[in-house]
Structure formats: C-alpha cells, structure tokens
C-alpha cells in the first residue's frame, strides 16, 4: 500500500486533481448551492454526452481505428436525433 500512495502522490496528474477540489471546496464555501445534490446531478448529465464521446473516442483510438472528429461526431449525432425525434 504505500507503494501505491508514493505511485499516486509522484503522478503529473496529482496537482491538478488536488487544484479542482480546492476549488470544488472553495466555490462550495462561496456559494452552497454548488454542492447541492440536485446542481451535482445536474452537472454529470450535461456532461454525459462529453464522457460518451471521449470513452468510444479512447476505444477508437486504442484500436487503431480513424482519427474521427469528435466535433464531427457530436453534430452528426444531434442532428440524427433532431430527424428521429422531431426536436
């Protein structure tokens, strides 16, 4: 185990992950709202679409398959569901 907390503690990634939940906290403290359940839940499903697209786009990617247009992708997808469901 303390392996794996110096692994943890020695990643790039560290500071930055420490950074955004400062800031978490720090806008918590601000305004509380912001950790409410309802404003948390809301955040995760206007962000659904973007950690869909990333997780088939790392999928993609790992499999050596085409360099596809995220963007491109998104759009052709909205508008698929503008034609299907009318709105």
């Known amino acids: 185990l303390p392996a794996a907390v110096a692994h943890i503690t020695q990643a790039r990634e560290t500071g930055i992950i420490v950074f955004l939940i400062a800031l978490c906290i720090l806008i918590g403290i601000v305004n509380p ?34 360099d596809l247009s995220v963007a ?11 034609v299907a469901f009318g709105g």
């Open 33 to 66: 709202v912001f950790l409410s359940p309802e404003n948390l839940a809301n955040i995760l499903r206007t962000a659904s679409y973007v950690f869909l697209m990333a997780i088939a786009m790392t999928f993609v990617l790992i499999s050596g398959g085409l």
């Open 72 to 82: 491109a992708v998104f759009a052709i997808g909205f508008v698929t569901k503008i």
